[in-house]
């Protein structure tokens, strides 16, 4: 009798979720979609995207999208379902030292994971910042770190040279985060349409500078960043699938190149950004949050190497994995498959525990930590036994 019960109230709380998360999103879709809509310009960009038609953009690969029936399938099985997506124990993170981050010099290439795909590099002197997400949840409805709070005192970042926005889901477009630091910003550069999401949290319009596939900008005269093609989408409610752009970037500067995906499926877009910007110095690539269900939108590990690959990488950092609990999947299967591919492969990989600070050609942590982790559940449910 309790069970039923139970089952009844989870049941009800689940709809109760989804009808809430609707109208949530509706609301906040509707204030971001009306910044835009006044300014002739911007939206004379967006019509003459390649990409753009009837309101949506696309990408060069279509397949049929779920019905809500199927969504909400997903979402019970997400919410309900599923083995050792979270970590039993407190995954090992450091308190971020920005030493490195500081450096001005003009000859170096560092990196500082901090957690999922929000990464602090200084390349060549040039600071910049990839999707940041500085909170402990994505959404009001979205889950938490697996290691709580972010191990970045924030108040202590300098001036930032650069933001990457690669899309507008809320595990890379953050709020919060954006009102925490935009007035250190010198630069956003994001995908099409997303920078009316950042007008309406208070960026200055000239702080923001849209990219279209292929489209570049030049900083200070050396710095190249280009806005390359994923196969993903966008949206931050159930209304506005679509309507802003994704992407990934590629950015040269005098001494290094690096590549950051963003979220996307295997595709050949990969050989195509390698032959025209490769080789690269690191590639940060996602590896996590796949499943069966959307192959075609995230890839898998094995996959993330492949994708490596074709971009001419030197050293693969995968990202996208270990933070949140966004998939069906063990969190820690993304780098068992992976470290299992790149040996096979002959890859380098650099797999810091959040908050560690990488240095090319210097200090490649490439440790399986989290394999210890595994050993330690192992043993003690073999004690328990």
Not at 1 to 17: D, H, Q, Y
Not at 152 to 158: F, G, K, N, R
Not at 187 to 193: K, S
Request: one cysteine or more.
């Amino acid at each position: 009798m309790v069970r039923k019960k139970i089952k009844k109230i989870m049941k009800i709380n689940f709809l109760l979720l989804l009808i809430t998360l609707s109208i949530v999103m509706m609301v906040n879709q509707s204030c971001s979609s009306a910044l835009y809509s006044i300014e002739d310009v911007k939206m004379n960009k967006i019509k003459s995207s390649a990409q753009y038609k009837e309101g949506k953009f696309y990408n060069a690969l279509q397949w049929e999208q779920p019905s809500f029936g199927e969504y909400a399938g997903t979402m019970w099985e997400y919410l309900f379902g599923g083995d050792q997506r979270t970590p039993s124990d407190s995954l090992p993170r450091q308190k971020v030292d920005l030493t490195k981050f500081l450096d001005s010099g003009n000859n170096q290439l560092n990196s500082t994971w901090i957690g999922h795909s929000s990464l602090i590099i200084n390349i060549d002197g040039y600071k910049i910042l990839t999707d940041p997400v500085f909170e402990e949840k994505v959404s009001f409805f979205g889950p938490s770190r697996f290691n709580g709070e972010i191990p970045l005192d924030v108040a202590q970042l300098p001036e930032i040279d650069v933001v990457l926005i690669s899309h507008n889901h809320y595990d890379h477009l953050n709020k919060y985060t954006i009102e925490l630091i935009h007035k250190r910003v010198k630069q956003f550069i994001v995908p099409l349409a997303v920078g009316a999401e950042l007008e309406g949290w208070g960026v200055p319009r000239e702080k923001i500078v849209e990219l279209d596939w292929w489209d570049e900008v030049i900083i200070n005269n050396e710095v190249i960043v280009a806005a390359t093609p994923t196969q993903h989408f966008s949206g931050r409610g159930l209304t506005d699938r679509d309507e802003t752009l994704w992407a990934s970037f590629v950015v040269k500067a005098p001494n290094h190149k690096i590549y950051f995906s963003g979220d996307s499926g295997y595709f050949e877009g990969f050989k195509l950004i390698g032959e025209k910007y490769g080789p690269f110095d690191i590639t940060f690539m996602e590896c996590g949050a796949y499943n069966e269900k959307w192959h075609h939108i995230h890839m898998y590990p094995e996959e993330t190497v492949q994708a490596h690959i074709d971009l001419n990488g030197k050293i693969l950092h995968p990202i996208h994995w270990g933070t949140f609990n966004l998939s069906l999947h063990p969190w820690y299967e993304p780098m068992k498959r992976l470290s299992e591919a790149a040996e096979k492969a002959g890859v380098i990989t650099a797999t810091p525990v959040v908050g560690g600070t990488i240095t090319y050609e210097n200090n490649i942590s490439s440790e399986k930590w989290w394999e210890n982790i595994l050993v330690r559940n192992n043993e003690a449910e073999l004690t328990k036994q």
